[in-house]
């Protein structure tokens, strides 16, 4: 009887391999079918997931990977050759079985701010203004925009003027939302950025300590912002007033 038993056991092990590698040799030929006229191409993939911040060698280490895909299927942007991070940091976290594009590894000093500081740049200071929808171009600043500030001159306190203060002025939040870090989605920034009542009329500016302290002094009075285009050259500005007011052409154009 244990005989019996012991050779219906021995039997049904054998059984059981001969299925699995029948199994392994159907999916082997199912997988050459799908790739075999579909021009597969190598891309890199994260085989476990990878945390924000992880190092290029880390992740390889700890299980990237290159895998071959059908070209229709790989995304414009995948990295095809995994030595192409190293020395590099996870710009984002990468859950397991994603591909890993451009810009999901980039140098450390291009990585995600931990902290709100890190994104002011060297030398610089933040500081925040309260603008309403008039005097802040209708809420249409974005962060990584530009303006140039328009203050009442108190040095002129019986004649109204308006003067240019700073131009080309960096803006680093609005509201919470931060300026995106190279390689995100300012869409994504947006939605993960925290809510705050109130906070849509409220933008923080980089600047030099001397001209946050300026600002600190005129902001209470109002200050009006004009969106600027990238890469825009600052102009002199002559300070505006009742007496040149009406003064040059009816139709503004860029030499006034």
């Not at 291009?110 to 933040?126: D, H, K, R, S």
């Amino acid at each position: 009887m244990g005989t019996r038993r012991t050779s219906m056991v021995i039997a049904a092990v054998v059984l059981g391999a001969i299925a699995s590698f029948t199994l392994y040799r159907h999916l082997q030929g199912i997988e050459a079918q799908v790739y075999g006229d579909a021009n597969p191409v190598s891309v890199v993939v994260a085989a476990v997931d990878v945390p924000k911040g992880t190092t290029g060698d880390q992740a390889i280490a700890a299980g990237l990977t290159t895998k071959m895909m059908p070209a229709e299927f790989r995304p414009a942007s995948a990295i095809a050759d995994i030595e192409s991070i190293r020395g590099k940091v996870a710009n984002l976290d990468l859950p397991a079985g994603t591909v890993v594009v451009e810009n999901a590894f980039v140098p450390p000093t291009q990585a995600v701010a931990n902290t709100n500081a890190q994104l002011i740049p060297e030398g610089m200071v933040a500081i925040s203004i309260s603008v309403d929808q008039v005097r802040g171009v209708a809420g249409l600043i974005r962060p990584g925009d530009r303006v140039n500030l328009i203050i009442d001159d108190p040095s002129s306190p019986d004649t109204p003027t308006k003067q240019v203060l700073f131009q080309n002025v960096d803006v680093l939040f609005v509201g919470q939302t931060p300026v995106p870090a190279p390689g995100q989605d300012p869409a994504v920034v947006a939605a993960s950025a925290p809510a705050a009542a109130g906070a849509g009329d409220l933008l923080t500016l980089a600047v030099p300590p001397l001209a946050a302290s300026k600002i600190a002094l005129v902001s209470d009075a109002g200050i009006y912002l004009a969106l600027v285009p990238p890469d825009n050259a600052p102009v002199p500005v002559p300070p505006v007033n009742g007496d040149n007011l009406l003064t040059g052409d009816l139709t503004p154009t860029g030499s006034q």
